[in-house]
């Protein structure tokens, strides 16, 4: 099974958070992890807000985010994806940043696996395969 990780899952692996160790669990399922490639961008604006709430300092920003990049997330296109987010979002009511994972899962009959219950409920809504965080064993 293909999984389709989020920046509530990414996010956890390198802060401590609710559900890190759940998170962590994603790493270990020895599946294979895709992501739109804006995952990257918000990734790293997460990291921005961390460090401008002064939760983390400019060289433990710089080893996370080069942490990041070298985990295995295939990175997948969203311009081939933006017909179906849109439509996504219209039926869902999710940000159309969401439903560019949203997308990806159904294009592609992946699972999503995220720590954000609207993004949750718009793929239960949408009838997309998905998990949520505190289900993965």
């Not at 692996?13 to 270990?28: D, K, M």
């Not at 942490?67 to 219209?90: D, G, H």
């Not at 294009?107 to 993965?136: G, P, Q, T």
Request: charged share 25%; proline share 3%.
């Amino acid at each position: 099974m293909t999984l389709v990780v989020d920046a509530s899952i990414a996010v956890k692996w390198f802060f401590p958070e609710i559900y890190q160790e759940n998170a962590l669990r994603v790493l270990t399922l020895k599946k294979k992890l895709v992501a739109p490639d804006l995952l990257w961008p918000e990734f790293g604006s997460v990291v921005w807000k961390k460090h401008q709430r002064r939760d983390t300092t400019l060289e433990e920003a710089s080893m996370v985010v080069d942490k990041f990049m070298a985990c295995a997330i295939e990175c997948c296109p969203t311009q081939f994806l933006v017909a179906r987010a849109v439509a996504l979002a219209y039926f869902t009511g999710a940000g159309i940043y969401d439903s560019f994972y949203l997308a990806l899962a159904d294009e592609n009959n992946y699972a999503l696996v995220s720590a954000d219950k609207r993004m949750c409920e718009a793929a239960k809504k949408a009838h997309i395969r998905h998990f949520w965080i505190e289900d993965i064993c």
